[in-house]
């Protein structure tokens, strides 16, 4: 169940295994003294490739020995150093979790990590059982004879977290923000966009072919008779969903998100649908007020669903969304089955799809499902390891230099006028920031577990779902954490005006308290200004600070923006990541703005540090000064490669851009960046004709 929209800094196809990265890339158990001038030279200048002009490619020149030395693990689709700080915290949960499991402590708290991780990697007892654990609810598809029967199952079904139909979500009301309610929105596609089910071409046929082949053999696996010809009406009927659903770059502006309804109304959307069913699987009564997304799609869907008029293709189409529901709910329960299931969505999604070339590890996916079931108890052995001296106060510290710098910069926009460049400072002063944990840990003991895996991942799913649930109409909790603390990420939540940095990307190479300033500030720093300006971006900006979606820009202001930002997009569209496979300029819109002020702010930030403090002027890496450490820092963070295939399927799903343009878009458009290196007008990381925001 989605709960809230929030921006991030990345999101990465997988989350990382072990490999070897080098000593450049693998961040240390903690609390290590600085390094020695030699030794954090050596580690710099390692991954850099420094016959490349910083001019002409900069992302090159800070990652190119790096992206020569280092091979994509097999079991991985994308690796970078982001992957490498999250293979070492989950190395380090792996850890603790495995003593919970070797201790049998009487703790509930352990007991319950113990429980659920060891039933994850009992694979002999997970391969006894093959697909038996999945009756009870294929039973339950199979009954469905009309629409109020489909309408429960699929409340049954969303309550165990399979996204059939349209995804449904609690979460911040758009007008007041500080009341969750419901949120509808299009869903219910296996392929990750509409994309791949309407593109033409020899290519695009292949792989739907090829999809098409997998759900057949899925459902044969589950008992499903004639599979090959059931697999094609479902095919058909997800292609249908496709087309009623929005491109995802046009439901980017939350005022298009934004369409709140009552019951009656969402009867009126959705005829033949019989909602009050739906919610009283799920648990409650109707909802006073549901927000819908598009509303379009919603319409489409019940017509899909329910729609056709004649007796005869009633119970044809009824079959068909049967099949559909069985085909779902075997896709979200294969990973927690046995070997055939495991195989086989890896041999589709993994390696077909996105080029990986060999099966995650169980550890590693054990590790991964832990930390999304009991992330918050998991996540206190963690921070009382990996998260402890001063580390909270520099990081907090920074985040306010990193606010002083975007406030400074503020007065320079001439294009804001007088009022809303106010207005913009307000918000910024109520922006709230997360550092490192939750100050209340999150109490799962009302989930209750079994001895078996799938039966764990669904106790797992309705407690967040019925967790979730609860809320609606109840004020929110301005409290709660949308990710764990070991995640190797960060985010801005427009709803609640927050920042939140948790403590797995407060380490190395982003961020340690005893590395040089121009390190953390390129670092962490650009992270920080990153989010900061997720409040400002194309979607972030249409938020107040009390986090009301309401306009309270200036009407010019409003269009020298969409000016300026319109010039980011079509300079992101000419971004090629593969041969006929460019960036899309208005779905990465928001990150690349969010990278632009970012990294202006984080540089900022940093000379107002060093003009403060005299040891800052004593260059910390050889063949550097500390200004052009800052830009290597932050280009070194995202040393990144990926396959062929997964390039193309983040170029259509992903809102972050490659890793490459991620470095040279912001810089080539960065004057700082072109005084540090002596970079001349017309060379390729200083081009002529140039962008700016904020």
Not at 60 to 68: I, P
Not at 183 to 201: E, F, K, V
Request: hydrophobic share 40%; glycine share 8%.
């Amino acid at each position: 169940m989605s709960r809230v929209v929030v921006s991030t800094i990345g999101a990465p196809l997988a989350v990382a295994i072990a490999c070897n990265p080098g000593p450049t890339s693998t961040p240390p158990e903690g609390g290590d003294p600085l390094l020695e001038s030699s030794e954090l030279s050596a580690q710099v200048h390692a991954v850099m490739d420094e016959k490349v002009d910083p001019c002409v490619d900069f992302f090159q020149f800070a990652c190119g020995q790096w992206l020569d030395e280092t091979e994509i693990p097999g079991h991985e689709s994308r690796y970078g150093r982001f992957n490498a700080l999250r293979e070492h915290n989950e190395a380090a949960l792996h850890a603790l979790l495995d003593s919970a499991v070797a201790e049998a402590s009487p703790d509930p708290e352990t007991a319950q990590l113990a429980a659920f991780y060891g039933a994850c990697m009992d694979e002999p007892a997970i391969e006894v059982l093959g697909a038996k654990p999945l009756a009870s609810l294929l039973a339950s598809v199979d009954e469905v004879s009309d629409p109020a029967s489909l309408m429960r199952v699929v409340g049954q079904l969303h309550r165990e977290g399979v996204p059939v139909l349209f995804d449904f979500g609690v979460g911040a009301d758009y007008d007041q923000p500080d009341i969750n309610i419901v949120h509808l929105s299009q869903g219910g596609l296996g392929l990750p966009d509409r994309d791949y089910y309407l593109r033409p071409g020899p290519e695009a046929d292949a792989l739907r072919k090829a999809y098409t082949e997998h759900i057949a053999t899925m459902l044969a696996l589950s008992g499903t008779e004639d599979a090959p010809a059931v697999a094609t009406q479902v095919v058909a009927f997800e292609r249908q969903l496709a087309e009623a659903s929005t491109p995802r770059e046009q439901l980017r502006d939350p005022n298009k998100r934004h369409n709140e309804v009552d019951t009656d109304g969402l009867a009126g959307l959705t005829p033949g649908l019989p909602w009050p069913a739906y919610f009283e699987a799920v648990g409650a009564a109707t909802p006073g007020v549901l927000n819908v997304s598009p509303e379009s799609f919603m319409s489409a869907m019940a017509e899909i669903t329910v729609g056709p008029s004649a007796k005869a293709q009633r119970a044809e189409r009824l079959q068909t969304v049967k099949a559909y529901l069985r085909w779902q709910l075997v896709n979200s329960a294969a990973p927690y089955l046995s070997a055939a299931f495991v195989e086989a969505e890896f041999r589709f999604f993994d390696k077909r799809l996105r080029g990986q070339s060999e099966p995650t590890p169980r550890w590693q996916r054990c590790v991964e499902v832990t930390d999304h079931a009991l992330g918050e108890t998991l996540a206190q052995g963690f921070v009382a390891q990996h998260f402890a001296g001063d580390s909270k106060e520099i990081a907090l510290s920074m985040i306010h230099a990193i606010e002083e710098a975007f406030a400074a910069g503020l007065p320079g926009l001439s294009w804001m006028n007088d009022a809303t460049r106010t207005r913009a400072l307000e918000k910024m002063h109520a922006v709230v920031n997360k550092i490192g944990f939750p100050d209340r840990w999150r109490d799962y003991s009302a989930m209750q577990l079994g001895g078996q895996h799938l039966e764990n991942i669904r106790a797992a799913r309705r407690f967040e779902f019925d967790r979730g649930f609860a809320e609606i109409g109840q004020p929110v909790d301005k409290q709660e954490w949308h990710m764990t603390p070991p995640t190797v990420n960060a985010y801005y939540n427009p709803s609640n005006n927050e920042m939140v940095f948790p403590a797995g990307i407060l380490q190395r190479p982003f961020f340690d308290a005893d590395y040089p300033m121009a390190m953390n500030f390129g670092g962490i720093g650009m992270v920080m200004g990153h989010e900061l300006t997720h409040g400002f971006d194309d979607q972030g900006r249409k938020y107040d600070g009390a986090g009301r979606l309401t306009e309270w820009w200036d009407a010019s202001s409003v269009a020298k923006f969409e000016e300026r930002a319109q010039c980011v997009s079509e300079l992101y569209d000419t971004y090629e990541v593969q041969p006929g496979v460019n960036l899309n300029g208005k779905l990465t819109l928001g990150e690349n703005i969010a990278d632009f002020g970012g990294i202006k702010d984080a540089f900022r930030a940093w000379r107002a540090y060093a003009e403060a403090n005299a040891e800052a002027a004593s260059p910390a890496v050889d063949a550097l000064n500390n200004d052009q450490l800052f830009f290597v820092a932050f280009g070194q963070i995202w040393c990144s490669k990926a396959t062929p295939e997964a390039e193309r399927v983040l170029a259509l799903t992903d809102p972050h851009s490659h890793a490459r343009y991620r470095v040279n878009g912001p810089l080539s458009n960065l004057p700082e960046f072109w005084e540090t290196f002596s970079c001349e007008p017309g060379e390729p990381m200083r081009p002529v004709n140039t962008c700016e925001v904020w």
